[in-house]
C-alpha cells in the first residue's frame, strides 16, 4: 500500500486523483465525487495537502466521524444517488482517508440544490468544470445508450432525403444494393406513428438541401497558408457535401498543397509524399466519423503550412476516455451509425 501512496504522490494531482489536507466545507467534496462519476473515476485522499503533497493525516479518533459524514454530504448533494468506497490507507505512521468513487453511466450526475443545467460537473485535468450544453446532451445519451446520429428528426421524413448517391457510393465498395429495409436496419429510419422519419445519421448521408439546412455546420474548411502563420491564405475549399463524399474531396486539396518527389531505386522511379497519404486519410475519416455533431456552428479544419497539417474536428473526448492512459481505456464510439 505505501508504494501505491508514493506512486500516487509522485504522479500528483489528475483528472483521477484529488488531495486534501481536511474535509473541505460545504459541498465541494459533492462537487469532486460528481465530476469523477461522469467522467473516467478518481479518487479523493483526504490528509495530503494539495500543493505541497505533505503528509497532514486524519487523526484515528476522527475517522469515522470523517466517513459518516462524507457519506452523508454525498447522499445529501448527489443526484442520482452515488455510492463511493471509502478507505483508510496507512502512511508513515498516519492515516489517509481515501474516497473513490467509480465511474457511472447512470448519469449525468449533479448537484441537486443547483440543478441538473448548472449543478453537473464533470473532471478537467484537475479542477471541476461546470458541463456545457454539448457534454451534457452527452451524458444523457450515455445513460439512455443511444448515439446522437440515431436520433430521429420529426421534421424530415426519409423521403425528403436523396439517399441515391449514398446508395451508389455503398454498391461500388461493397457490391451489395441497399433497399428500404437495409436503410431500417442501419438505423437510418425511425418508424413511429406510421410515419417514417430520418435519424441525423440519415440526413448527414443525404445528397440534397436537407443536409445542408439541418447540417449547415457539418463541413469541413480547408484553407493553405503562406509560412507559419495563418496570416497569408493562398488557397481555400469548403466542402460541405454528404459527409460520405467528404475524405476524398479533403484528400484532393491537401494533395494539390503538399509537396511531392521522386527518386530512382535501381530501375523504378518511387514517388514520396511530404506526408504519408495513408495516415492523412485515416485522420480525415476519424476527424469526420467521430466529431460532435451535436455541436452548433463548429465545422472540421484542415490547414496546410510549410511546416505542418493541422486537422481538428470539433467536441472533446468521450466523457469515459481518459487521455492520461489511452492504452488501457476502452474504445467509447460516438457516433455509432455513422
Not at 15 to 32: D, H, M, W, Y
Not at 318 to 330: A, Q
Request: with cysteine; glycine share 4%; hydrophobic share 40%.
Amino acid at each position: 500500500m505505501e508504494l501505491l501512496i508514493e506512486k500516487i504522490l509522485r504522479k500528483g494531482e489528475d483528472r483521477r486523483v484529488e488531495f486534501k489536507s481536511s474535509l473541505p466545507e460545504g459541498n465541494k467534496i459533492a462537487q469532486t465525487v460528481i465530476a469523477f462519476a461522469n467522467s473516467v473515476g478518481g479518487e479523493i485522499f483526504i490528509g495530503i495537502e494539495d500543493k505541497t503533497k505533505k503528509i497532514i493525516g486524519v487523526p484515528d479518533t476522527e475517522i469515522f466521524k470523517l466517513e459518516e459524514k462524507i457519506s452523508q454530504i454525498v447522499f445529501d448533494n448527489c443526484h442520482p444517488l452515488i455510492i463511493p468506497d471509502i478507505a483508510v490507507y496507512s502512511f508513515q505512521n498516519k492515516s489517509i482517508l481515501c474516497v473513490k468513487v467509480y465511474p457511472n453511466k447512470n448519469g449525468p450526475f449533479f448537484l441537486k440544490n443547483k440543478g441538473k443545467n448548472k449543478g453537473t460537473y464533470i473532471r478537467v485535468g484537475s479542477t471541476n468544470r461546470v458541463a456545457d450544453e454539448s457534454l451534457l446532451g452527452e451524458l444523457e445519451r450515455r445513460a439512455r445508450n443511444v448515439s446522437y446520429d440515431s436520433i430521429p428528426v420529426y421534421d424530415v421524413l426519409i423521403s425528403d432525403c436523396k439517399l441515391d448517391d449514398f446508395k451508389a457510393f455503398y454498391l461500388a465498395q461493397n457490391g451489395k444494393k441497399i433497399n428500404k429495409e437495409h436503410l431500417k436496419s442501419m438505423d437510418f429510419i425511425k418508424e413511429e406513428r406510421n410515419e417514417e422519419y430520418a435519424t441525423n445519421a440519415a440526413i448527414l448521408f443525404s445528397s440534397n438541401q436537407v443536409k445542408a439546412k439541418i447540417f449547415p455546420y457539418a463541413k469541413i474548411e480547408c484553407a493553405r497558408f503562406k509560412g507559419n502563420t495563418t496570416a497569408v491564405m493562398i488557397d481555400q475549399q469548403t466542402i460541405d457535401g454528404s459527409i460520405f463524399k467528404q475524405p476524398e474531396d479533403a484528400m484532393k486539396f491537401i494533395m494539390r498543397n503538399i509537396s511531392q518527389s521522386s527518386s530512382i531505386e535501381l530501375v523504378y522511379r518511387k514517388d514520396r509524399w511530404e506526408y504519408p497519404l495513408k495516415a492523412i486519410r485515416e485522420a480525415i475519416i476519424n476527424a469526420i466519423v467521430h466529431r460532435d455533431y451535436s455541436i452548433l456552428g463548429s465545422d472540421i479544419k484542415i490547414a496546410v503550412f510549410d511546416d505542418m497539417l493541422e486537422i481538428t474536428s470539433p467536441g472533446s473526448l468521450m466523457p469515459s476516455v481518459c487521455p492520461d492512459s489511452l492504452e488501457n481505456t476502452p474504445s467509447e464510439i460516438r457516433n455509432r451509425i455513422i
